[in-house]
């Protein structure tokens, strides 16, 4: 695949909007979003695992369902969660008028929400801001989306890629928000992905599921998952390509580029995470099963003891090995060898003779790879987290006053 500018909008028959509706308190910044595709599209989606799912969620389960869409509105500053029935209310209100601008059904537009939890939406701000938005849809609209979405981001996330399958190319693109609440037992944050390949909405759905479970379930910043986390999905077949079939040559390549788009804004979140100032890969590898080595990797992700050595520069390994050992997944203390990037501390579960000053340069580094070998298993697996740090603390302190 070839990168590509454009976002969202880069495969064809797709158009975006984002405009400031006045949602959040004292702002000015873009809050409401439009994607549109101009024809019928499959759709898939991934979403919170969290029992307290706000009724977007519910509403946007319902649409997969159905498996097509023509579109997806998205307003940041408010989440409209723990909203009782008014919450469902609004967000069928809200599909009603999108759905009113494009003569579309209703059950063909997504809604998804993100902000503060438990305050109803203010409902004459986000049903100007979807008349706005609405009007003013675009090719170039993709900037103003992707700004729109964001709520404690310091960066707007896009991206779009050009695939060669055996007929032609088809182009993927892609926005997403997250900063905050991001540990993931399904895609924490909201993502928005549009294609113009043809795939029938459950091989889609496939794809979709296995692209998230390689890249966004595979994210730390905070351990916390959100109520509204949302992964949407649509392929309109603008290419005027056949449709991709499973096990195909087209099916490989296709999913290839999916997974790495989704890897690639995954990492984007982490590394605008709230307060973030590290990016660490951890690289497990020689566990019993793939599974068996992401949960390794995710102890260690999560560990919050292990993300503030990652802000400080520590190169504690202790605390690197202490997580993966009370991960639940068996292993021999002796067969354990740790690397920090190319610094080798740990052989046969016991340190080297390395210098201190050379794994705290690596430690120091914005981005690197913790690399923990548990064995020759056939397991491995690949997880990324921020570090924690004193800005967290304070953008969270605060978050809701």
């Not at 797709?14 to 101009?38: E, P």
């Not at 209703?106 to 939406?121: K, Q, R, Y």
């Not at 693109?173 to 909405?201: F, Y």
């Not at 740790?338 to 981005?367: K, T």
Request: aromatic share 4%.
């Amino acid at each position: 695949m070839s990168a590509l500018e454009g976002g969202i909008t880069a495969p064809k028959g797709f158009r975006a909007s984002g405009v400031a509706a006045g949602i959040r308190r004292n702002s000015s910044k873009n809050d409401c979003a439009l994607v549109v595709s101009d024809r019928a599209a499959s759709v898939a989606g991934m979403f919170t695992t969290n029992v307290m799912k706000a009724p977007p969620v519910e509403w946007n389960v319902g649409v997969c369902a159905k498996g097509a869409a023509r579109a997806v509105f998205v307003n940041s500053g408010n989440a409209n969660a723990a909203t009782g029935e008014r919450g469902h209310r609004d967000a069928r209100a809200m599909a009603d008028a999108v759905a009113a601008h494009l003569g579309a059904p209703a059950d063909e537009v997504c809604i998804c929400s993100t902000g503060v939890i438990g305050v109803p939406l203010p409902m004459d701000r986000v049903l100007d801001g979807i008349t706005r938005c609405a009007a003013s849809l675009s090719v170039e609209g993709h900037g103003d989306a992707a700004r729109a979405i964001m709520t404690t981001d310091t960066v707007p996330k896009e991206l779009a890629c050009e695939v060669q399958l055996s007929a032609g190319t088809v182009r993927i693109g892609a926005m997403a928000k997250g900063s905050g609440m991001i540990c993931p037992n399904m895609a924490t944050m909201i993502a928005v992905l549009s294609t113009d390949a043809t795939v029938e909405a459950p091989v889609l759905s496939e794809m979709l599921r296995d692209a998230v479970e390689r890249s966004f379930n595979c994210i730390s910043v905070d351990n916390d998952m959100s109520t509204s986390d949302t992964v949407l999905c649509l392929a309109n077949g603008a290419a005027g390509l056949p449709a991709i079939a499973q096990g195909s040559p087209d099916y490989a390549a296709f999913h290839a580029a999916l997974s790495g788009i989704c890897q690639s804004l995954a990492k984007m979140l982490v590394k605008d995470g709230e307060g973030a100032t590290k990016l660490v890969e951890i690289a497990v590898s020689g566990a019993g099963s793939d599974s068996e080595a992401k949960t390794l990797a995710r102890s260690i992700g999560l560990s919050q003891l292990c993300k503030t050595a990652f802000f400080g520069g520590d190169p504690n390994w202790g605390r690197i090995v202490c997580a993966a050992g009370y991960a639940g997944v068996p292993f021999d203390p002796a067969d354990v060898a740790l690397w920090l990037d190319e610094v080798h501390v740990v052989s046969g579960g016991m340190p080297l003779a390395y210098r201190e000053e050379d794994a705290a340069a690596v430690m120091r580094r914005p981005e690197f790879q913790i690399r923990l070998e548990v064995g020759n298993g056939p397991g491995s697996a690949v997880f990324w987290c921020s570090d924690l740090s004193y800005d967290y603390v304070k953008i969270n302190a605060d978050y809701r006053t």
